[in-house]
């Protein structure tokens, strides 16, 4: 939704999944118009967040040249 912010882009993702994760909702995949009757998959899209319970989010990032990570954001739970 926000173009390529080259570098900045996992920061931007980490923000946005942190702010999922905690607000309980997932944000919306834009300029999906019609889906493959054939893919049986929940896809949240529109423009309106979908309220979804989560632990755990995973965030990929996938960079120039190959450099690739993963991270797992974890709701934090008081023992």
């Not at 920061?11 to 493959?36: F, K």
């Not at 054939?38 to 989560?54: F, K, N, Q, W, Y």
Request: net charge negative.
């Amino acid at each position: 939704m926000l173009g390529h912010t080259c570098w900045a882009a996992p920061t931007v993702e980490t923000v946005a999944a942190v702010l999922q994760l905690r607000a309980q909702q997932l944000h919306p995949s834009i300029n999906i118009d019609e889906l493959d009757p054939e893919v049986d998959l929940d896809v949240c899209r529109g423009t309106s967040p979908i309220a979804h319970p989560m632990r755990i989010v995973m965030k990929n990032s996938f960079g120039f040249g190959g450099i690739n990570c993963v991270s797992l954001l974890a709701h934090y739970e008081d023992a």
